[in-house]
Nanobody, 126 residues
Framework: QVQLQESGPGLVKPSQTLSLTCIVS??????????WTWIRQPPGKGLEWMGA???????YYSPSLKSRTSISRDTSKNQFTLQLSSVTPEDTAVYYC??????????????????WGQGTQVTVSS
């Protein structure tokens, strides 16, 4: 079955760029009509949709994060990457990667996704 695994540093300093990778196994990120998404959950807050990259490489971003966010993919490694620049302590959160069809676009409910990673804690602190 398809599995998603987030990887990256657990601690990032303020003003630096956070970089996380989602490794997809058991399926291809080029599967037609699939969107590969990053979602985060700050402590004590709800889930926040950050952005997505499609099976064809098109990208969509949250308007509130667009200026600091970049999502890319490496089809040879079957993985996609999130980069969030100029981080502050407010970017401290559990970061999840997820995969779903077009209905998942902009959604944060796990039921709207076919696949969901276990999440990785990222803390922004000096």
């Amino acid at each position: 079955q398809v599995q998603l695994q987030e990887s990256g540093p657990g601690l990032v300093k303020p003003s630096q760029t956070l970089s996380l990778t989602c490794i997809v196994s058991g399926g291809s990120i080029r599967t037609s009509a699939y969107y590969w998404t990053w979602i985060r959950q700050p402590p004590g807050k709800g889930l926040e949709w950050m952005g997505a990259i499609t099976y064809s490489g098109s990208t969509y971003y949250s308007p509130s994060l667009k200026s600091r966010t970049s999502i890319s993919r490496d089809t040879s490694k079957n993985q996609f990457t999130l980069q969030l620049s100029s981080v502050t302590p407010e970017d401290t959160a559990v970061y999840y990667c997820a995969g779903g069809t077009t209905r998942s676009l902009y959604k944060v409910d796990r039921n709207d996704y076919a696949y969901w990673g276990q999440g990785t804690q990222v803390t922004v602190s000096s």
